[in-house]
């Protein structure tokens, strides 16, 4: 039971949470939605710390005044781009706290966590919630809160994770640009990595040396998942970098915090962080050569990087103009598996949605916008959803929405398919109408409350075989229902399809299909995971 960390514990911890983010680089790069990415997040965080890992290797002590010190110097140094600069700083406040130790329990762990937030925090100039910040701040305030309960870092550092990934999932509600992208914050995700890279040293595991691929089709392409016309235009063009360093011997922090202001007063996403050692710059402006005017009264000038952020939201715009097809597709989903069947299917966005979560006409719209199409077919994949998709209509300019109106998830499956790219629109939006007419669907779930009817007297919990319009079975088995219901369903078809639930094992639904398959010896019965919640099975009748 690790209840103390020495030296070289910390260390490891340090060097397997710069090789978690290294090997996710390229899935947290996917996750940036500005019109132009201030650099790439994931490549800027793993570039910062592996300048601390640097310092690290070249550091021969094992004391943690030693260790803390490399970690804190090399990451400052290091610091690239918004990302990698805030990240310098969560590690230098947080060494700050464990450098005056010889060894650090878990109340001294949660009190570098707090010192962390507070010093990225202090280096923006106009914090953000919603970002990185967001997460370093919840994650510092679980470990204050929950300090006292733990005596080991083994339940100790799970807790305050499980946390940190609540953060992350919350910064979409936080930040509107995230939410509009479908996306959480890069930033937030990458400080998750190195703590669950911490907890895995703790834990003695080791990170395969394998880099992980993005989870988008391309990690720079905003295309596939930012509505990239409405993220807003660029105020201040260049994005300006550089370090200060052999400052002068008159230099004084208050002038370092005087140039931060003066910085402000020129641009936007102003970070000024160091030391009469020296100190490292980052201004959005239109003004770069103030800037770096304005930074020459403290010292040298070092490490200089200006990019054009104008020019690279034009090519960005032309490749986008460039890629732009006539038709997409977006869907309503419910079950990671449902949501990846329709992907696999082409369809170019997908919300989770369904009985139990109605998405409103505005989160239609928010996704069909991300999708770069001039027409997008809609799948509503539910009756009650289908008005909201008409009202979306409304919500979008320079894009046409055809709702088809799918009523169900086996519909909106048959309505994909019948897609053809080389049809016009017209003709493929009546294919996919009359799609949806040629698949037989059933659904098994459960009944909430006691009820009669259509002629089956209900109670609690009791398992429900339903076509689209009544309830055609009813029991205490799953299976059982299920075959009930398909044998009612079934009329000469040849293809019997089944999708099931999270509630349902896969041994389970095996042996469902073996038993369908010996039933009916002349369908072929195939079965799918769907991971769709309430619903136990769906079923396809072709």
Do not use: W
Request: hydrophobic content about 40%; charged content about 25%.
């Amino acid at each position: 039971m690790q209840k103390t960390i020495n030296g070289a514990m910390l260390k490891s911890m340090v060097l397997t949470a710069a090789k978690l983010l290294e090997v996710n680089r390229a899935n947290i790069d996917a996750l940036n939605v500005f019109p132009v990415p201030d650099g790439d997040t994931g490549t800027n965080m793993s570039l910062t710390i592996q300048s601390a890992v640097k310092e690290l290797v070249n550091c021969r002590s094992n004391k943690i005044t030693d260790v803390a010190e490399a970690v804190s110097k090399g990451a400052l140094k290091g610091a690239r781009g918004n990302s990698g600069v805030i990240l310098s700083q969560v590690l230098r406040g947080f060494c700050s706290v464990l450098k005056k130790e010889e060894e650090i329990d878990v109340k001294l762990f949660a009190q570098a966590l707090k010192s962390g937030a507070e010093i990225a925090y202090g280096a923006v100039s106009k914090p953000k919630e919603g970002t990185m910040l967001t997460v370093a701040r919840m994650v510092a305030e679980h470990a204050q809160s929950v300090r006292g309960k733990h005596k080991d870092f083994e339940s100790f550092l799970p807790e305050i994770i499980a946390e940190g990934n609540r953060a992350v999932e919350l910064t979409p509600t936080l930040l509107p640009v995230l939410k509009k992208a479908g996306v959480v914050d890069a930033g937030g995700k990458g400080l998750m990595l190195l703590y669950e890279g911490m907890y895995k040293a703790v834990m003695g595991e080791s990170v395969s040396e394998e880099a992980v691929a993005p989870e988008v089709d391309s990690a720079d392409s905003l295309m596939d998942h930012a509505d990239i016309m409405s993220l807003g235009d660029i105020e201040f063009a260049y994005c300006t970098e550089f370090f200060i360093i052999n400052l002068k011997k008159k230099t004084t922090i208050a002038d370092i915090e005087r140039l931060r202001e003066k910085l402000m007063s020129i641009g936007d996403s102003v970070i000024v962080i160091g030391d009469l050692e020296f100190v490292k710059v980052h201004v959005h402006t239109n003004k770069p050569g103030k800037a770096l005017t304005e930074a020459l009264e403290l010292g040298e000038l070092d490490r200089l990087k200006i990019e054009n952020m104008l020019e690279q939201n034009r090519a960005l715009m032309k490749k986008y103009e460039e890629e732009k097809k006539e038709m997409g597709m977006m869907a309503v989903s419910a079950g990671d598996g449902i949501s990846g069947i329709f992907k696999d299917l082409m369809i170019d966005a997908v919300i989770e949605g369904g009985q139990s979560m109605n998405p409103s006409a505005n989160d239609i719209a928010n996704a069909v916008r991300r999708i770069n199409a001039d027409n997008v077919f809609v799948f509503p994949n539910n009756k009650n959803i289908i008005l909201a998709a008409e009202q979306a209509k409304s919500l979008v300019e320079n894009k046409k929405i055809h709702v088809i109106p799918t009523k169900n998830i086996p519909q909106g499956f048959a309505a994909a398919l019948a897609f053809n790219p080389e049809l016009p629109v017209e003709e493929n939006k009546a294919n996919m109408v009359h799609a949806i007419d040629t698949v037989v669907v059933g659904q098994v779930t459960y009944a909430v409350r006691e009820t009669r009817l259509n002629g089956f007297d209900l109670k609690v919990g009791d398992v429900m075989g339903l076509d689209n319009k009544k309830i055609l079975a009813k029991g205490k088995d799953v299976g059982q229902v299920t075959i009930d219901l398909i044998e009612k369903m079934r009329s000469g078809e040849e293809i019997i399809t089944l999708y099931y639930g999270q509630d349902v094992k896969e041994e389970e639904a095996v042996q469902l299909q073996e038993i369908l398959s010996e039933k009916y010896p002349d369908c072929d019965v195939e079965l799918h995971y769907g991971g769709q919640p309430i619903y136990y099975y769906y079923i396809a009748l072709e």
